[in-house]
């Protein structure tokens, strides 16, 4: 079988600019490449995370995206592996951006590790976790 990896996953937004600022600031991504225009789209841009890409977009022309939900099948949230998770959640507060709580707790233990859960301005979850395997 030949060699393969996970090179990206697309996200649209109705919130752009957050969105960017989001990836950006808060979980490290590198803007790679921004295109306006782009199959009347407002934009498209590609982000990347050491070898992972994130193809962030607009909606069409005209077109307001659905709000996300959690019930429905598909991709239910992005997972990343920090070596910090305490140090990230601090970090995350003093940038403003939004946790998903469990049951109180913004960091809670689950088998082989911890974990906290943001909320991406264009509803995303996105889950940081301090182990690397499963």
């Not at 939900?69 to 939004?98: F, I, P, S």
Request: aromatic share 10%; with cysteine; hydrophobic share 35%.
């Amino acid at each position: 079988m030949s060699r393969k990896y996970v090179h990206h996953i697309c996200i649209q937004t109705n919130t752009y600019k957050e969105s960017l600022r989001f990836y950006q600031e808060a979980l490290g991504f590198e803007l790679i490449q921004e295109t306006p225009h782009f199959h009347q789209r407002d934009f498209n841009t590609w982000l990347r995370l050491d070898s992972f890409y994130i193809e962030l977009q607009t909606g069409k022309t005209g077109e307001l995206l659905d709000p996300p939900n959690a019930n429905t099948q598909g991709l239910v949230h992005l997972c990343l592996w920090v070596e910090n998770l305490d140090a990230e959640l601090q970090r995350m507060k003093h940038l403003g951006y939004r946790l998903k709580m469990k049951d109180g707790q913004e960091i809670y233990t689950v088998e082989n590790g911890r974990l906290l859960k943001l909320l991406a301005p264009e509803g995303t979850i996105v889950e940081l976790r301090d182990n690397q395997g499963i």
